[in-house]
């Protein structure tokens, strides 16, 4: 891994503030397609939510038996999270006495979705010990979990408990609203320099901590194995299938690279998965998704995303956010390897990204949330497939 260059790196003590949710600027909108997303997102969150009460009684004795010398612990500030749609997540500062003096913490609860699922495999269990072998195995900077409960009769549903990370999360949406349009170019250069300089730090890890992660019945590669998860997950999903998701399946197949390599890959590779402080990366959050997929499956997903909230919406991209060369190109120096077959992998990403967005709309229609995103309607994620198809028609 080859270090941050010196010219890139933030010389201002000054934190960034932390701006939680999707804060638009003022006077702008966010786009009726993406407005209809998240709502179909909260929704099924808010189904799978749990009282707030109740779970603060549930936990109690949990904690105290995995805090056996505390004299006390008061749950306070228990509260869901403004982002995340997929599975449940809460904050809570707990205030533990323990001999006589009383220490204030801040954490996160991530509960396994039971209910209305996402994704066809929300296991917390993978996300917690991922981050676990980062932490131990890794410079890749991720939140402290604390501890993972597999029984169901605890709170309903499994969990795990993590620090709380302070910083700044940029918006789903970041060249329109947040903390990155509050700041200036030169800090936007930092930050994104960070971020990719992080990814590249997931790509370069050893892999025999994340073995557990290998399906091999699923294909001989991480990235075989990944394709096979998607292909399930598409069957699964209840969604209708568009004949332009058929068609990039066919094209993803008869384009399949040779070299697949296994390697491990975050999953939901984007900067609002980031936490930043100092105009530095400070934590990668949210790894529902990682498998052994290899490093370009992260790489077209980042591309895919920085497409989404820029040319996909008609919102130009923010000064000093690199465009898609200046990924590449950084990442390769920061990596010390070149990105290989990217046109396969953003094509690919873009595929897994609409069959998500499909399954959270038939979710949100399940629900009888009225302006649920419809499949037969037009939308970026599908546009960005046929045109990805209409300039790819060959070997890449």
Same mark, same amino acid.
């Not at 960070?194 to 699923?218: C, G, M, N, W, Y």
């Not at 975050?266 to 936490?275: F, K, Y």
């Given at each position: 891994?080859?270090?941050?260059?010196?010219?890139? %790196?933030?010389?201002?003590?000054?934190?960034?503030?932390?701006?939680?949710?999707?804060?638009?600027?003022?006077?702008?909108?966010?786009?009726?397609?993406?407005? %209809?997303?998240?709502?179909?997102?909260?929704?099924?969150? +808010?189904?799978?939510?749990? +009282?707030?009460?109740?779970?603060?009684?549930?936990?109690?004795?949990?904690?105290?038996?995995?805090?056996?010398?505390?004299?006390?612990?008061?749950?306070?500030?228990?509260?869901?999270?403004?982002?995340?749609?997929?599975?449940?997540?809460?904050?809570?500062?707990?205030?533990?006495?323990?001999?006589?003096?009383?220490?204030?913490?801040?954490?996160?609860?991530?509960?396994?979705?039971?209910?209305?699922?996402?994704?066809?495999?929300?296991?917390?269990? %993978?996300?917690?010990?991922?981050?676990?072998?980062?932490?131990?195995?890794?410079?890749?900077?991720?939140?402290?979990?604390?501890?993972?409960?597999? +029984?169901?009769?605890?709170?309903?549903?499994?969990?795990?408990?993590?620090?709380?990370?302070?910083?700044?999360?940029?918006?789903?949406?970041?060249?329109?609203?947040?903390?990155?349009?509050?700041?200036?170019?030169? /800090?936007?250069?930092?930050?994104?320099?960070?971020?990719?300089?992080?990814?590249?730090?997931?790509?370069?890890?050893?892999?025999?901590?994340?073995?557990?992660?290998?399906?091999?019945?699923?294909?001989?590669?991480?990235?075989?194995?990944?394709?096979?998860?998607? +292909?399930?997950?598409?069957?699964?999903?209840?969604?209708?299938?568009?004949?332009?998701?058929?068609?990039?399946?066919?094209?993803?197949?008869?384009?399949?690279?040779?070299?697949?390599?296994?390697?491990?890959?975050?999953?939901?590779?984007?900067?609002?998965?980031?936490?930043?402080?100092?105009?530095?990366?400070?934590?990668?959050?949210?790894?529902?998704?990682?498998?052994?997929?290899?490093?370009?499956?992260?790489?077209?997903?980042?591309?895919?995303?920085?497409?989404?909230?820029?040319?996909?919406?008609?919102?130009?991209?923010?000064?000093?956010?690199?465009?898609?060369? /200046?990924?590449?190109?950084?990442?390769?120096?920061?990596?010390?390897?070149?990105?290989?077959?990217? /046109?396969?992998?953003?094509?690919?990403?873009?595929?897994?990204?609409?069959?998500?967005?499909?399954?959270?709309?038939?979710?949100?229609?399940?629900?009888?949330?009225?302006?649920?995103?419809?499949?037969?309607?037009?939308?970026?994620?599908?546009?960005?497939?046929?045109?990805?198809?209409?300039?790819?028609?060959?070997?890449?």
């Amino acid at each position: 891994m080859r270090p941050l260059p010196t010219e890139f %790196r933030s010389t201002s003590g000054k934190s960034l503030e932390r701006l939680d949710g999707d804060a638009w600027l003022s006077g702008q909108q966010a786009p009726p397609a993406l407005e %209809r997303a998240h709502a179909a997102m909260n929704r099924v969150s +808010d189904v799978n939510s749990h +009282d707030l009460q109740k779970l603060a009684q549930a936990l109690l004795p949990w904690l105290h038996l995995h805090i056996p010398e505390a004299e006390s612990i008061t749950l306070s500030g228990l509260r869901k999270s403004a982002a995340g749609g997929s599975s449940e997540t809460l904050f809570l500062e707990p205030l533990i006495r323990e001999q006589g003096c009383v220490r204030h913490e801040a954490w996160v609860l991530r509960i396994e979705a039971t209910v209305h699922q996402i994704y066809q495999d929300p296991s917390v269990e %993978r996300q917690y010990r991922v981050m676990q072998a980062l932490s131990r195995s890794s410079s890749v900077p991720v939140p402290k979990v604390l501890w993972y409960e597999s +029984d169901r009769s605890v709170i309903g549903a499994p969990f795990f408990l993590m620090e709380r990370v302070e910083g700044a999360i940029p918006d789903a949406l970041h060249n329109s609203g947040g903390f990155l349009t509050q700041i200036t170019t030169s /800090q936007r250069e930092l930050i994104w320099l960070s971020a990719i300089q992080t990814l590249a730090k997931i790509h370069t890890v050893e892999l025999e901590p994340f073995r557990f992660l290998d399906r091999p019945s699923l294909g001989d590669s991480g990235l075989d194995q990944e394709i096979a998860v998607w +292909d399930s997950y598409m069957r699964w999903s209840g969604a209708p299938i568009r004949p332009i998701q058929e068609r990039a399946r066919q094209w993803l197949s008869d384009q399949l690279p040779r070299e697949r390599p296994t390697g491990l890959a975050w999953g939901d590779a984007r900067p609002g998965n980031m936490i930043f402080r100092d105009n530095a990366c400070i934590a990668v959050i949210d790894w529902e998704t990682v498998s052994l997929g290899g490093a370009e499956t992260d790489l077209g997903w980042w591309l895919f995303f920085d497409w989404f909230v820029s040319d996909g919406f008609g919102v130009p991209r923010l000064p000093g956010l690199g465009t898609r060369e /200046q990924t590449l190109k950084v990442w390769e120096e920061f990596a010390g390897r070149k990105a290989r077959n990217m /046109q396969w992998h953003e094509l690919f990403a873009t595929w897994r990204f609409s069959l998500i967005s499909d399954r959270a709309g038939h979710l949100a229609r399940q629900l009888g949330l009225h302006h649920a995103p419809r499949t037969d309607a037009r939308s970026p994620h599908a546009e960005r497939l046929q045109m990805l198809l209409g300039a790819w028609d060959g070997p890449n």
